[in-house]
């Protein structure tokens, strides 16, 4: 049976349902007792269109057309704005999505897979979301955008572009936010929460431009470029973990005014 016909029999028997309840509500008598002719005529007729009235209100509410969200699987290390990428069974077979823009479905990157984009990658379906399992990696080499997304506990979000944003997402304590690509332009999206961050932009030239405040409720390390926290605005960075650096350089403030707070349960600095 397909969805429509399912649909269609369950509205035939929620008005008939509701016929019945009606009928009863309504004995066949007048107010004096005696069978009512025309009311005894009429009142399957009134009870039946009672029914088909509510019944509609009742689909309409609750959206009689609507199609239930579905699960998607990576199916490797495959580009993750291409359909063919998509399954609906973890292990790689069952069909594709149809577009990125049904709402309510899930795209999930599983643990092993790193999926890289080779093109802009947008998931616009209402409450449709990214999810990044554990061991699961996206490289954003494009522009990633979506409704919800989420980090879990060993999963990597990898920022592999000059500009762009980071996307708003929740981010396990224990997730990773990568920030590799830039060179002369800042990302933005850097005003949000993150469990571990990592800056490591070896080519980078230019400034940092943070926008608020950061929060890092796992590592904050620094391997290489430049990382300001201020830009004649006054913000402050938050570590829960531990603030680490192996290479390059944490500008705490490149303006001319403007104040700074790093606050980090340790530091540790390596200088070669």
């Given at each position: 049976?397909?969805?429509?016909t399912s649909l269609f029999a369950s509205y035939r028997r929620l008005v ?235 500008d705490f403030n490149a303006g001319t005014s403007g104040s700074y707070a ?11």
């Open positions: 049976m397909n969805t429509s008939s349902t509701i016929s019945l309840i009606a009928t009863s509500q309504y004995p066949e008598q007048s107010r004096r007792g005696l069978p009512n002719e025309a009311t005894t005529k009429n009142r399957p007729r009134n009870s039946t269109l009672f029914a088909f009235l509510i019944s509609t209100c009742l689909l309409l509410a609750t959206g009689v057309g609507s199609v239930s969200a579905i699960n998607y699987y990576s199916g490797g290390n495959n580009a993750p704005n291409l359909l063919t990428s998509w399954w609906t069974n973890q292990d790689g077979t069952g069909t594709h999505p149809a577009n990125f823009t049904t709402k309510g479905n899930v795209f999930i990157i599983q643990n092993g897979h790193t999926m890289t984009t080779t093109n802009t990658w947008t998931v616009s379906g209402k409450g449709s979301t990214i999810q990044i399992n554990t061991g699961g990696t996206l490289v954003a080499s494009n522009a990633v955008a979506a409704t919800i997304m989420t980090v879990a506990s060993g999963g990597t979000y990898q920022h592999n572009q000059d500009g762009g944003t980071i996307p708003t997402a929740t981010w396990d304590p224990a997730s990773n936010c990568n920030v590799t690509g830039m060179t002369a332009t800042s990302p933005s999206g850097l005003a949000q929460t993150f469990g571990n961050f990592t800056w490591n932009c070896s080519s980078q030239t230019g400034t940092v431009a943070t926008t608020g405040n950061i929060i890092v409720n796992g590592n904050f390390n620094l391997t290489a470029g430049t990382f300001t926290l201020n830009n004649a605005t006054s913000y402050t960075l938050t570590i829960a973990g531990n603030y680490t650096q192996t290479g390059g350089v944490f790093v606050e980090s349960a340790l530091f540790h600095l390596s200088v070669s």
